[in-house]
């Protein structure tokens, strides 16, 4: 057996936060924490405004409601992703509409992108699966050509960068999730960033009770929500942020030594990253075998390595849409589907070791 370090982690660094807010007569959404690290994280990703909240969820349906997506509209999401950037489109009401894949990347194709936009299309949600983006030079350009708002659902993609720009800023809006097993987390959380003053303006006051700046805690403008996150999440999540650099550049070369270990060993095609990823959050190691995907699988694991098979399904095989109890309109997507049946992923822990162990996971799974 392997044995990797346990996640999450944390430090004096943590404790020494915590302790501080817990000193404090406010441990919600109104301590000061929270708006630091919001605008600390924004900066980090590259963007003006940062508005944190409950969760990477919340924060994807926040985002495409305050930009004005209406019900009926369509939004165009990859094929595969976590249900969230699908369930996110039904539950403001408009509709979501699954592309395919690239084959390696298990990023969006902007081709198929492109043949998949209809008179009724309003925006597209891209997805840096595993935390390498999605071709955004692309998708932006074809969001712009065509007249549609361009979102990112950057919940893999963390201190991420496409020739040096972090993850999160290339779009309209993105959304950030700090789940227990993403690569900063509180336990819970996520922040939706932007750069743009006045979208930043509504998503607020839209988690935090219709409120506005200047105006009484007791005068409400919109049906908004309490989406806030507590201070205790934010002290943990700014303690997470200070040591994001060391842990990306320590799995950058765990990750380097897993392929050099690797070598030309056939059996797996690991994930084609574009030349482009300067910097890559790590978040999943991703993959499609040859041959038997499961066994494959079974062998990791018994070694004590975290390697999932990929989804059971594409977003859109979900009883959800099959049902057709939720709208969605469904592209070709033959590149997605052959992925539920070779493709697997190991989670993080695996780069966060020595190298000698990322070697050791490599020999295991050649
Ligand atoms: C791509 C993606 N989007 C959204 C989410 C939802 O985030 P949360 O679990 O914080 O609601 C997740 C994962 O958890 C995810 O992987």
Redesign the pocket.
Known sequence: MISLPAWPISTARETELLAQVLASPQWGGFHSIVGEFEKQFAAYQGCAYGISAV????T?EMMLACAGIQPGDEVIVPAI??V??ATAVTRIGAVPVFVDIEPYSFNMDPSRVAEAISPKTRALVA?HFGGALADVDALASLCAERGLLFFE?A??AHGSEWNGKRAGSFGLAS?F???N??VMTAG???IVLTSDEALAARLRSYANQGRRPGYSFFHHFEAGNNYRITALQAAVLTAQLERLDSQIALRAANWRAFLDEYGDARGVTWQRVPAEVNRNSNYLVLGRVDADRDPFCARLQAEGIPCTPFYPHTLYGNPLYTSGDAPCRVMPCPNAEACIGDAFWIGFRALMGDEETARKVARVAR
């Open positions: 969760n990477g969820t919340v994807l992703s976590f969230s950037t997805v659902d919940a893999h959304s999730s700090f789940q097993g993403k819970e959380g996520g």
